[in-house]
């Protein structure tokens, strides 16, 4: 059976891209696992009266290269293991941008939609409190991640200014922007990974104009990758999902009536005039590029054969698995990794940060130009590597490009600090 839990996969990606790069042994034991863990107990007092007892995460995986840096998910079946496994690819997401954070990840187990606003509020209040004590500007900062968004941000960065006695805007990134949020901030994980795809596609010889794309997911991800790849190419989005399954149409969807469905009955099933598939028949579609943009787990040994796209752009955390790597990389499909194409979230929290550290405010035009700047940079550094290791004879994966530059990076800062 193929290992599925997110942790031991990063683990396994760890020690190929180790083996490969021939990394040193001690700095790999220190980057097998998380510096620190902290689990949390959050009471809340629910509508009824009573008090529901929830369970948080919070991780910093890696701090040598900066203050740990990740979002915040809520979600029914978090795990500590999950939160780890993402706090591990946070590090090699900043590292690779080259933006000065380590990685870090939190989490509440709870089904938001379950919760009304004022408990969703108390939740959000009361996780900060319990772990008020592990973060801050200079020690780890959280964002938003699956099922939390800029309200929760805010009612966060609160709760931590209540905490320490003063305004700390720069203690949460992902706000709005009347609480020191960033212009291009909303849609930026959407609009890095189109830069990645612009790049992608001029690589391959792909029209993206002429483009047929499947997105898994309309959450923060999917929900502006759609909007923009539309927006800025063109392209004909032939599919889509969200948790209730997925809408189909050959002609193309519309943006707009998919966003009034979901706004109504709450998923996109409502949409009219479309086909119905379940997430499984798209993530097979014959597409010229696939966007999985939900949770991980999604394209494994079972399914990666039967996947039939050019590009593999993942714009979620972790939805291959390392079974359906190797698959994937020998039908030729580029698969490009998480944490180069969904680093843009994280690339403009950091500009937020420094916005708020300076109280000096950007355009959206600044964010997006430096955003394009930095993650086409990253790209092109994961296709040099790649084609250094090539001219030496070996053929390595973009994913394995990528960590061998984020792990050479983590790496080097810890050995110059003496940390081996
Ligand atoms: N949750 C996002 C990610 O996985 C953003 C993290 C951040 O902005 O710190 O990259």
Redesign the pocket.
């Known amino acids: 059976m193929e290992e599925l839990n997110p942790f031991k996969i990063t683990q396994q990606q760890l020690k190929k891209a180790a083996d490969i790069m021939n990394l040193d042994k001690e700095a790999y034991e220190i980057l097998s696992e998380p510096m620190r863990t902290l689990t949390v107990s959050i009471p809340i007092k629910m509508r009824d009266g009573k008090t529901k007892v929830f369970k948080g995460f919070r991780v910093h995986y890696n701090t040598a290269r900066g203050p740990a840096?990740?979002?915040i998910r809520f979600h029914p079946e978090e795990t500590i293991d999950t939160v780890k496994a993402?706090s591990a690819w946070?590090t090699w997401?900043s590292a690779l941008a080259n933006i000065p954070y380590g990685g870090g990840k939190g989490g509440v187990i709870c089904n938001p939609k379950e919760l009304n606003d004022t408990e969703l509020e108390n939740l959000c209040r009361g996780y900060i409190r319990a772990i008020g004590d592990f973060i801050g500007p200079k020690v780890d900062?959280p964002?938003?991640?699956v099922y939390t968004t800029p309200q929760e941000m805010a009612w966060m960065m609160d709760e931590y200014s209540n905490l320490v006695g003063h305004n700390e805007f720069g203690a949460i990134?992902?706000k709005p922007l009347e609480v020191g949020g960033s212009e291009g901030r909303f849609d930026s994980?959407a609009m890095g990974g189109m830069y990645v795809l612009r790049e992608a596609a001029k690589l391959k010889k792909i029209n993206l104009k002429k483009a047929r794309i499947a997105i898994q997911g309309f959450g923060n991800a999917g929900n502006f990758a759609f909007d923009l790849s539309k927006k800025l190419f063109g392209s004909n989005i032939v599919a889509i999902s969200d948790s209730s399954g997925a809408v189909y149409s050959e002609k193309g969807l519309d943006y707009q009536k998919l966003k009034k469905a979901k706004e109504e009955t709450g998923s996109i099933d409502g949409c009219k005039g479309v086909e119905k598939l379940t997430n499984e028949e798209l993530l097979e579609l014959d597409v010229d590029v696939l966007i999985p943009a939900a949770i991980e787990n999604q394209i494994t040994e079972k399914n990666a054969d039967k996947i039939n796209t050019k590009i593999l752009l993942e714009l979620a955390?972790g939805p291959v698995t390392p079974g359906a790597d190797d698959i994937l990389f020998n039908k030729g499909i580029f698969d490009l990794p998480d944490f180069l194409v969904?680093?843009g979230?994280?690339i403009v929290?950091y500009f937020e940060w420094v916005q708020n550290i300076q109280s000096f405010y950007w355009t959206q035009e600044d964010v997006y130009k430096r955003l394009d700047s930095i993650i086409t940079t990253s790209f092109k550094d994961v296709i040099k590597t790649q084609m250094e290791y090539k001219s030496n004879n070996k053929k390595i994966s973009p994913r394995m490009a990528a960590y061998i530059i984020a792990i050479k990076r983590v790496a080097d800062t810890m050995k110059v600090r003496g940390w081996y």
């Open positions: 840096k990740g979002g993402l946070m997401k900062i964002a938003p991640d990134t992902g994980t955390n969904n680093s979230g994280v929290s």
